[in-house]
């Protein structure tokens, strides 16, 4: 088992890796057209891994003429549903079977603890790409309540080509949040994963094909937003275009789509979650725990992180000084040492960003309580603190925009009433948290909380079954459960008049 091996194992098994570097379309790995490439780095250690195909314009139009021409042949599109199953499901296994590596890769990759690779990354994907091959042959459609003479079906078909393009924070398991309905509904895909993550979508690609997934089903192109995900959210031949990244960028998509052909574009944004802790909390040392992990797990690069803590002021201090006790036990460490509870941050880009939040934190006056220092681990890579500001006002940037590193902005407010207002406000809503054992103010937040999850009495809850997406500019659509289909089938009406 992984979780029995030592940091000394893990980086012994470095050695026997081999990276798969080239972008994966029609079936088979080759180089960009171009012939360009990007360095794929370990944050951790600032050593370069591999380079990995830069696909541009043309690698783009190649991998939706394979997957359009793979769609139209219908061997994967046609197929019955108990065999794409059978596909998916021998898919979920290989993914399985192969544990280790994808979790080495993804920890190299992009500095997340190995902890966590093997135990949330890496099953949690498989176990989306199982769901979605179980649910597949459950599905019906519908016959509509007409006239005698009338039957009508409202039907649900394959939409087409579809891309994806996703973020760095959580490679394996956000694409697999979208590849995973998409495929399995009959779609031909192209995954498009962060230039800073690359390595398991690309081994995710052979798997795949071992699987039995036709060729020009899923293809990936590495490559970077501006030249591949452009092309993609612009393309005449694409037909729905799925996102997780920035806010920024998923307006951009919307663009592109206006600007071309109208594709669906299904957003899942940034977010700026309030996590509330009420007076009445049951129990302020669970509250503590669940508000630690949903701030600072994964370095804090993460869409639901829980980065504005609202709590009431006559427990503020107590509270905090929980949490911050178990800050202190999670100081960021090597990524591959199984103890460490906070890796690498993605990048020196990302690194700045965060930095650059804790110094505008400082200048506008609020009171940085822990953390807030850059550090390095065996004197390299780039790792963050566990942060945390208190006395912020919901005003002040740091309230109002997403950092996307581990720094938690504590908002004091006198009572529930002012709790609530200050929580929603804010441009996102993508999650929400509610820590109360009085169950009408635990209904009343559920109902009031512009946010697409609202958790009480945990943080980050949920698992496959429940939706998740966001409000406001969080974005649109739900991945996970069987709304996500929703997103990567167009429904179809059949009116048909008996003689
Ligand atoms: P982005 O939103 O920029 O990147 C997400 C994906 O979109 C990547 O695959 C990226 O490609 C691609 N992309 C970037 N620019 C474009 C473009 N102009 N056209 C088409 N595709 C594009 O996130 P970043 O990696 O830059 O991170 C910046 C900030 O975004 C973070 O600090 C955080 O606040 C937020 N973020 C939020 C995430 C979430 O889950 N809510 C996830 C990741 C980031 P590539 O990286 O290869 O250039």
């Not at 798997?207 to 997934?213: F, T």
């Not at 929400?432 to 980050?460: C, E, H, M, P, Q």
Request: hydrophobic content about 45%.
């Amino acid at each position: 088992m992984s979780a029995q091996l030592s940091r000394d194992d893990w980086k012994g098994r470095i050695g026997g890796l081999s990276y798969r570097n080239q972008a994966f379309i029609g079936g088979k790995f080759v180089a960009s057209l171009t012939g360009k490439t990007f360095d794929c780095v370990n944050p951790a250690t600032g050593q370069v891994l591999t380079k990995v195909a830069a696909c541009e314009q043309a690698d783009v139009d190649a991998a939706v003429k394979a997957a359009r021409a793979a769609f139209e042949k219908g061997t994967w599109a046609n197929m019955a549903p108990a065999q794409r199953k059978r596909i998916m499901l021998k898919l979920a296994d290989l993914m399985m079977k192969n544990r280790e590596e994808l979790a080495l890769l993804e920890t190299l990759d992009m500095g997340k603890p190995i902890a966590f690779s093997t135990t949330v990354d890496v099953p949690g994907s498989a176990n989306t790409v199982q769901w979605f091959g179980e649910a597949i042959d459950k599905i019906y459609d519908e016959v509509a309540p007409t006239p005698g003479n009338v039957i009508a079906m409202i039907t649900r078909e394959a939409a087409g080509v579809v891309a994806c393009v996703v973020p760095w924070n959580f490679p394996l398991l956000m694409a697999c949040w979208k590849i995973s309905p998409a495929l399995a509904a009959g779609n031909s895909v192209i995954l498009k994963p962060a230039e800073q993550s690359p390595l398991t979508a690309l081994r995710l690609a052979e798997l795949a094909a071992e699987a039995g997934i036709p060729e020009g089903v899923f293809n990936v192109l590495p490559g970077f937003g501006e030249t591949a995900g452009q092309a993609l959210g612009r393309h005449m031949d694409v037909d729905v275009l799925a996102f997780t990244g920035s806010t920024e960028v998923g307006k951009y998509f919307l663009r592109y789509s206006g600007e071309s052909n109208m594709k669906q574009v299904w957003l899942e944004c940034g977010g700026k979650s309030p996590n509330i802790v009420l007076a009445d909390a049951p129990n302020l040392d669970i509250a503590a725990r669940r508000t630690a992990f949903g701030i600072w797990f994964n370095q804090g690069e993460v869409c639901t992180a829980g980065s504005r803590l609202i709590v009431e002021d006559k427990i503020k201090d107590e509270f905090l000084a929980k949490v911050m006790a178990i800050g202190q036990k999670m100081m960021p460490g090597d990524p591959l040492d199984p103890k460490t509870q906070m890796g690498a941050m993605v990048d020196e880009t990302q690194t700045k960003r965060v930095m650059g939040y804790i110094d505008a934190g400082q200048k506008e006056g609020a009171t940085l309580a822990m953390g807030g220092k850059q550090v390095h681990i065996d004197n390299a890579g780039s790792f963050i603190q566990p942060t945390v500001f208190d006395n912020v006002d919901n005003t002040m940037k740091i309230a109002q925009e997403e950092i996307f590193g581990p720094v938690l902005s504590v908002i004091p407010v006198k009572d529930a009433e002012q709790a609530l207002s200050v929580a929603n406000d804010t441009i996102y809503g993508l999650a929400s948290a509610i820590f109360t054992s009085n169950i009408n103010k635990a209904f009343k937040f559920s109902k009031a909380l512009r946010a697409g999850s609202v958790w009480v009495n945990t943080y980050d809850g949920g698992d496959i079954t429940t939706p998740f997406g966001g409000y406001k500019q969080s974005g649109n659509g739900r991945d996970k459960s069987l709304h996500a289909f929703d997103k990567f089938t167009q429904m179809k009406t059949t009116w048909i008049q008996l003689g």
